[in-house]
Nanobody, 123 residues
Framework: QLQLVESGGGLVQAGGSLRLSCAASGRAFSTYGMGWFRRAPGKEREFVAGISGSGSTTYYSDFVKGQFTISRDNAKKMVYLQMSSLNPEDTAVYYC????????????????WGQGTQVTVST
């Protein structure tokens, strides 16, 4: 079982950058595929990026390719989402999630979720 805690959200101006962090506690962290999701006001939760247990494979939604970068540090049990060139459409609560299987964009495949961190991008 994993517990996940996100941090790093906040208010940023359009064009700015933020790095989100997800701290995991529990065993066998490196065996979990990790994903970042987001839920914007009035919208469904959507997949942002995923990374395999080893970190060798990453997967991005089309709308964030080249803008966001996912990474992980298994020794520290951390996952990161580096976000750049942010725009108001990126305003959302961002969630970290863990999947015991391969990385996937399907949220129902993820077993553990953090509480989320708010990202607000102002004009």
């Amino acid at each position: 079982q994993l517990q996940l805690v996100e941090s790093g959200g906040g208010l940023v101006q359009a064009g700015g950058s933020l790095r989100l962090s997800c701290a995991a506690s529990g065993r066998a962290f490196s065996t979990y595929g990790m994903g970042w999701f987001r839920r914007a006001p009035g919208k469904e939760r959507e997949f942002v990026a995923g990374i395999s247990g080893s970190g060798s494979t990453t997967y991005y939604s089309d709308f964030v390719k080249g803008q966001f970068t996912i990474s992980r540090d298994n020794a520290k049990k951390m996952v990161y989402l580096q976000m750049s060139s942010l725009n108001p459409e990126d305003t959302a609560v961002y969630y970290c999630a863990a999947n015991q299987g391969p990385i996937t964009k399907d949220d129902f495949e993820y077993n553990y979720w953090g509480q989320g961190t708010q990202v607000t991008v102002s004009t």
